[in-house]
């Protein structure tokens, strides 16, 4: 097999990957990206729930008392994510959590990273929407919360609304171009400027390259495009620098396998895991009080019964992110539509999934608004030992069984039960809706927005990277995804992330021009 060489190896393609791809391959270096999934284009997204359709672009990974929903495909996340794009809170930089300590490293404070957000914004780019944007969902949230004294606000979006039809089928990435995904701004840029992808391509162990000049040596296998459990070949790759950005839950799982060929690898590696908090619930609203109480009514006569209208995400009150609030009492409560893909994954506390009274209120599933809460917990999630190959077992398309464990400590039960006890006050006022919060008996947690389980920090027991995104003892690895972010972060972790590896690509460039590349940084936005 003859030998593969690159200046830059990039393991994933969503914002973690894509980003940093962008700006080295802008700035002069080789650059390969290895993503695990297919590259769909947009006239490949369906409008289906067939099997062989989302379960090609979307992975339920079950582990012990978690569910995760990721992405699998050229774009990672951003394919199939709801664009919800905001800032996180000040304070979130500011937690100690069960630590007692500060999580984040003393270098990175909302004030200085709010640069990198204001670049992604521009880069993506986000729209301020405003209530005409908000659907009939959102609408439910913004007048129960009004009539509770709280307030509501249009969420801000990854969206070209003018574009955008309001088909509610993001999770199966977007048909009309209007969702902002990475397909559409950093990836084609990275490959005007060279960069090449390669989807299909499981990354399995990073080891030192024997190779002169290059410093590690990656292996990979090619994934089967009709079957993603068969295997056609598989190669080695030598690079200068490796950014891993395979998700939360496939990074730790690489750097796990990897570890004996690398001389070890921090304990934090595969612990700290966080789901950002996430809680869903769901309100079975009382259609006349929909009227009676909210004045709420449709063109059609009817007050709601607009669940799966409008995009999934247009709503949310950031009321209860008081930074003077005590850790576990701060949490942003937001309206979102889950397709059926994920209900399946959900029961309801106080009724059993054949009982009468759940077949009623599956019945009235149009008269029902989805609540998520992204809440502070604890980062209680740890890794267990890697399988031979891949990040998870996969036990059919789209389904996997990891090794994440993840139980929930009091503290994150509190973070709950107070987001449950305030969706309660506001959408149980005078019996407008019942609240019913997801379980744990079918699915366990269910998150779609895994961090932390290779994080930044400054003490180096308690966390995998420093504060420039490099993994401690192994220059020239360097972490951008989710993984990398240490604590939840009370919104919607996207532009984070994509803000934090933006922040990390100057680094990445200097230790990249260090092993030889005659590399720069200062690249224009794509685009630009």
Known sequence: MSTQTTDVLVVGSGFGGAIPAYYLAAGGARVTVLERGPHLATADFTHSMRLGTYNKIVDVIRGDGVTVVAGNCVGGGSVVYFAASLRAPGFVFERHGSLGRRLWPAALTRAGLDPWYDRVEEALPVTRTDWSDVSYAGGVLAAACRRAGHTCNPVPVAVDTGACTNCNWMLSGCRFDAKRSLLLNYLPAAQAHGAVIRPLHEVQTIAPSPESGYRYAVSYTVLDPGDYTCTTQGGVLHARTVVLAAGAVGTPVVLQRSAPFLGGIPKAVGRYFSGNGDRVSVADIDEAKAGTLLGLSRPDGTAYQGLPVGRPITAATYDYLTPDAPEYSRFTLQQIYFPPLTNLLAQACDATWFG????????????????????????????????????FLRLAPGLGQGTLSYHPTSRTSQAWNKADTALRSILEKDGLSRVRPWTADVAGTVTAHPLGSARLGDDPATSALTDSHELRGHPGIFITDGSAVPTSLTVNPSLTIAALAERATPAITTRTRDAGVPVQHGAPLPGR
């Not at 009235?364 to 608004?369: H, M």
């Open 356 to 391: 009468i009274e759940k077949r009623s209120m599956r019945a009235r599933w149009r008269s029902w608004l989805t609540l998520l809460a992204m809440t502070e917990d604890d980062n209680e999630g740890t890794f267990g030992t890697p399988p031979p190959t891949g990040s």
